[in-house]
C-alpha cells in the first residue's frame, strides 16, 4: 500500500473513531445563593444575547429547564430578589444534568456540577 492511502486510511480511522460530543441539553439548576432568583438568564459564551429561561428558583430550591443547544458554554446571569445580580461565566452544559449555582456574600461566584 502506498503511503498516501495510508495516510487517507488513518484519516478515515481518526474520523470514524473519534470521541463523540456531548450537545448541552435538559439539566436542573439550583440556587445556592444567598437569595430567591427573581430572573436567571443564559447566553452562549462570548456573546451578548441574554434570554430569559423560565427557571427562577428560590433559595435552596432547583428548577428544571427544558434545553437543547450544539454549543457547551453558556453564561448565566441572576436577578436577586435581594437586588444583587450574580453571573456566572463559563458553564459546561455538556453532559451535565444538574448544576449549583453558588454566590458568597461578597459576590464571587461558582458553578458545582452534580
Known amino acids: 500500500m502506498g503511503k498516501g492511502y495510508k495516510t487517507a486510511a488513518a484519516l478515515i480511522l481518526a474520523t470514524i473513531a473519534g ?9 436542573t ?3 445556592a445563593t444567598d437569595a430567591a432568583i ?5 447566553r452562549r459564551t462570548g456573546t451578548s444575547d ?3 429561561l423560565p427557571a427562577a428558583p428560590a433559595q435552596g430550591a432547583a428548577s ?7 454549543d457547551c458554554a453558556f453564561d448565566f446571569k441572576a436577578t ?8 456566572w461565566s463559563g ?5 451535565t444534568s444538574r448544576l449549583t449555582l453558588q454566590r458568597r456574600p461578597s459576590g464571587e461566584t461558582w458553578v458545582d456540577y452534580d
Not at 64 to 70: E, I, K, Q
Not at 80 to 86: M, Q, R
Open 19 to 27: 470521541p463523540a460530543f456531548a450537545d448541552a441539553g435538559n439539566f
Open 38 to 42: 427573581s430572573q436567571l438568564s443564559i
Open 29 to 31: 439548576v439550583v440556587n
Open 64 to 70: 428544571n429547564v427544558s434545553f437543547s443547544d450544539p
Open 50 to 52: 441574554w434570554k430569559p
Open 80 to 87: 436577586l430578589a435581594n437586588g444583587a445580580t450574580a453571573q
Open 91 to 95: 458553564v459546561n452544559l455538556c453532559g
